[in-house]
Nanobody, 117 residues
Framework: QVQLVESGGGLVQAGGSLRLSCAAS????????MYWFHQAPGGQREMLAV?????????AYAESAKGRFVISRDNTTNTLYLQMNNLKSGDTGVYYC?????????WGQGTQVTVSS
């Protein structure tokens, strides 16, 4: 059973930073694509950032994340990261990682981020 486990959420002041982690139970380089999603209170789950390795390596960000967030993988720890800087109140919500492993999509359980103004 493939598992993705997020951590690193918490309470932070506006303008601060957090780094979210998503630990994978499998070799993280075997995930052809991995995402971070954000779900604001009462809102829908929205894609923030994508790290694709197939067919070519590519990174992409939602407009709300550009210039502030960075997605990355560490294949020594099998962990996906989301570095979040200059956080705003609108960044409050639950953050989920998602990955495609051998054709099947997997989700983590989410980690809560609260940004106080």
């Amino acid at each position: 059973q493939v598992q993705l486990v997020e951590s690193g959420g918490g309470l932070v002041q506006a303008g601060g930073s957090l780094r979210l982690s998503c630990a994978a139970s499998e070799n993280i380089d075997s995930f052809t694509v991995m995402y971070w999603f954000h779900q604001a209170p009462g809102g829908q789950r929205e894609m923030l950032a994508v790290d694709r390795t197939f067919p070519v390596k590519a990174l992409a960000y939602a407009e709300s994340a550009k210039g502030r967030f960075v997605i990355s993988r560490d294949n020594t720890t099998n962990t996906l990261y989301l570095q979040m800087n200059n956080l705003k109140s609108g960044d409050t919500g639950v953050y989920y990682c998602n990955g495609n492993f051998r054709g099947t999509e997997y989700w983590g359980q989410g980690t809560q981020v609260t940004v106080s103004s």
